[in-house]
């Protein structure tokens, strides 16, 4: 396995918390379905990445997960990437990302055409 670190100029240790999480529509173990949950777990990484984030379904109360998890994470950029629109209804589903700096740019689309 061959591994390259990029040269750091000032010679400082850098150090970044990633997170990656499924959220599952943020439906715990308890069958409750708890933003405040999600964020008390992800608070305090540099860059996060979820999946299985929605946005207006029912059995999620209609809540905007990435804007909500977004207000309560106060000082983060973020990005949604719906994979899909049901039924041109808004209701979508897939994955968040959040960074402490801001995004320079975020495509999205099928792998073969990014």
């Known amino acids: 396995m061959h591994q390259s670190h990029p040269a750091n100029p000032s010679g400082k ?7 990656t999480y499924n959220i599952q529509y943020t439906k715990g173990k308890d069958y409750r379905y708890d933003v ?12 996060i990445a979820l999946q299985e984030v929605e946005r207006f379904w ?11 998890i977004a ?6 950029y ?7 629109d049901m039924d ?4 979508q589903n897939n994955g968040t990302i959040l960074n402490r ?6 495509p999205y ?3 073969h055409s990014i």
């Open 101 to 106: 700096s801001s995004l320079i740019s975020a």
């Open 109 to 111: 689309g099928f792998i």
């Open 71 to 76: 207000k309560r994470l106060a000082g983060y």
């Open 58 to 68: 029912k059995r999620s109360g209609m809540t905007d997960q990435p804007a909500e």
């Open 36 to 47: 405040d949950r999600i964020v008390q777990a992800i608070k305090g990484a540099d860059v």
């Open 78 to 84: 973020w990005v949604y990437t719906p994979a899909f």
């Open 88 to 91: 041109a209804s808004q209701k």
């Open 13 to 19: 240790k850098i150090n970044m918390k990633l997170v």
